[in-house]
Nanobody, 115 residues
Framework: EVQLLASGGGLVQPGGSLRLSCAAS????????MSWVRQAPGKAFEWVAT????????SYADSAKGRFTISRDDAKNTAYLQMNSLKPEDTGVYYC????????RGQGTLVTVSS
């Protein structure tokens, strides 16, 4: 069973930083590209970043470029999202996601950016 558990969210002031983690299990992690998506209150899901198998290809949404860094540790079956220079509009629930027989998105973690 595919399981994705995001953690590391919290309340942070504008300009602050957070590092999100996604612990994955139930599949061969190193063979799959991993993504982060988010959902702001009352809004649709928004793609944030993707890292390929092996970490060679990385892509970001325009809203994340220059501020967020996606990475992975295949030995730990974990993906990360380092978020710097956070803005109030980054507030939302963040999920990691993988495509295995369709999109899989596990339990998210809430990020609140507010003074």
């Amino acid at each position: 069973e595919v399981q994705l558990l995001a953690s590391g969210g919290g309340l942070v002031q504008p300009g602050g930083s957070l590092r999100l983690s996604c612990a994955a299990s139930g599949f061969t992690f190193k063979d799959y590209e991993m993504s982060w998506v988010r959902q702001a209150p009352g809004k649709a899901f928004e793609w944030v970043a993707t890292i390929s198998s092996g970490g060679v290809i990385i892509s970001y949404a325009d809203s994340a470029k220059g501020r967020f860094t996606i990475s992975r540790d295949d030995a730990k079956n974990t993906a990360y999202l380092q978020m710097n220079s956070l803005k109030p509009e980054d507030t939302g629930v963040y999920y990691c996601a993988v495509m295995i027989n369709g999109p899989r998105r596990g339990q998210g973690t809430l990020v609140t950016v507010s003074s």
